[in-house]
């Protein structure tokens, strides 16, 4: 049973930072790219970063380039998100996805065969 569980959420003042995780579990996931999504209230889930995990490509949305870094631990299987110099709009759910690296893109939701079950994540101005 492939499962991917995130932590590292929590509440953080604007200008500070988080880190978030994803342990993936249940496959193989070197042929995948693993991706950050992220959903406020109100709003669509919406892409925020992706690495593939066979070369570790790397892929960011422009809301959070030069802000974020996505990695990932090949022995640990686990994905991470350093989030610093956060802003109240990166308020949000997130979550981790999984989908295989061949097929379609990054930035659509429907791609993903494997989602976390989220973590919250609460910027305060």
């Known amino acids: 049973q492939v499962q991917l569980v995130e932590s590292g959420g929590g509440l953080v003042q604007a200008g500070g930072s988080l880190s978030l995780s994803c342990a993936a579990s249940g496959r193989t996931f070197s042929s995948y790219t693993m991706a950050w999504f992220r959903q406020a209230p109100g709003k669509e889930r919406e892409f925020v970063a992706a690495?593939?995990?066979?070369?570790?490509?790397?892929n960011y949305a422009d809301s959070v380039k030069g802000r974020f870094t996505i990695s990932r631990d090949n022995a640990k299987n686990t994905v991470y998100l350093q989030m610093d110099s956060l802003k109240p709009e990166d308020t949000a759910v997130y979550y981790c996805?999984?989908?295989?690296?061949?097929?379609?893109?990054?930035?659509?939701?429907?791609?993903?065969?494997?989602w976390g079950r989220g973590t919250q994540v609460t910027v305060s101005s």
């Open positions: 996805a999984a989908k295989p690296a061949y097929r379609g893109s990054v930035y659509d939701t429907r791609e993903y065969d494997y």
């Open positions: 690495i593939y995990w066979s070369h570790g490509g790397l």
